[in-house]
T-cell receptor
Framework: AQTVTQSQPEMSVQEAETVTLSCTYDTSESDYYLFWYKQPPSRQMILVIRQEAYKQQNATENRFSVNFQKAAKSFSLKISDSQLGDAAMYFCAYRSGGNAGNMLTFGGGTRLMVKP | GAVVSQHPSWVICKSGTSVKIECRSLDFQATTMFWYRQFPKQSLMLMATSNEGSKATYEQGVEKDKFLINHASLTLSTLTVTSAHPEDSSFYIC??????????????FGNGTRLTVT
């Protein structure tokens, strides 16, 4: 079974600064997908960014980018120019390849606080 | 697009009663839906995978007779918590992926249901 580990229960960043959230995973599969989800106090799960394991290029979505190290099984999220609205729980998630029905396995989450 | 509606958003019930939570995909068909449970300040734990027209697949440790799942159509899955007890109080979230979606399609989540059993 796959496992996802987020080693930072809490992180803090100054507004406008950059922060990196860590995520490692364990799998024997070669085909899989990785996601970062944001969960604000409303508890709605919001997709931040996704990465296909077969792609070497790191995904980028505006201020959000990832550092995907397949050999090291690492998938960190970098948030640039942090904003107050970025404060939330962030979950790293793993999904097996194969079909669109496969479930997500989540890491334990990192609570991000943004200081004004 | 790709909206998942979950109802109710919160419910309070008495111990021993049953509660039904609905999860609907509003603008897409979902052969498979997933039910997660989230305790305060914790991550999402998969409870079961709901498959349209067939029996749900439950994760280890989840009582299938207590958490009844029905996926009668491509747009609706329901989770019924039977004979609820205070320890069933939690946040329940459903999610779905588009049946004909690409392999990297993300799961789309409902807004969750906060269940409190008194």
């Amino acid at each position: 079974a796959q496992t996802v580990t987020q080693s930072q229960p809490e992180m803090s960043v100054q507004e406008a600064e950059t922060v990196t959230l860590s995520c490692t995973y364990d799998t024997s599969e070669s085909d899989y997908y990785l996601f970062w989800y944001k969960q604000p106090p409303s508890r709605q799960m919001i997709l931040v960014i996704r990465q296909e394991a077969y792609k070497q290029q790191n995904a980028t979505e505006n201020r959000f980018s990832v550092n995907f190290q397949k050999a090291a099984k690492s998938f960190s999220l970098k948030i640039s120019d942090s904003q107050l609205g970025d404060a939330a729980m962030y979950f790293c998630a793993y999904r097996s390849g194969g079909n669109a029905g496969n479930m997500l396995t989540f890491g334990g989450g990192t609570r991000l606080m943004v200081k004004p | 697009g790709a909206v998942v509606s979950q109802h109710p958003s919160w419910v309070i019930c008495k111990s021993g009663t049953s509660v039904k939570i609905e999860c609907r995909s509003l603008d897409f068909q979902a052969t498979t839906m997933f039910w997660y449970r989230q305790f305060p300040k914790q991550s999402l734990m998969l409870m079961a995978t709901s498959n349209e027209g067939s029996k749900a697949t439950y994760e280890q440790g989840v009582e299938k007779d207590k958490f009844l799942i029905n996926h009668a159509s491509l747009t609706l899955s329901t989770l019924t918590v039977t004979s609820a007890h205070p320890e069933d109080s939690s946040f329940y979230i459903c999610s779905a992926s588009i049946s004909t979606g690409a392999l990297n399609s993300p799961l789309h989540f409902g807004n969750g249901t906060r269940l409190t059993v008194t």
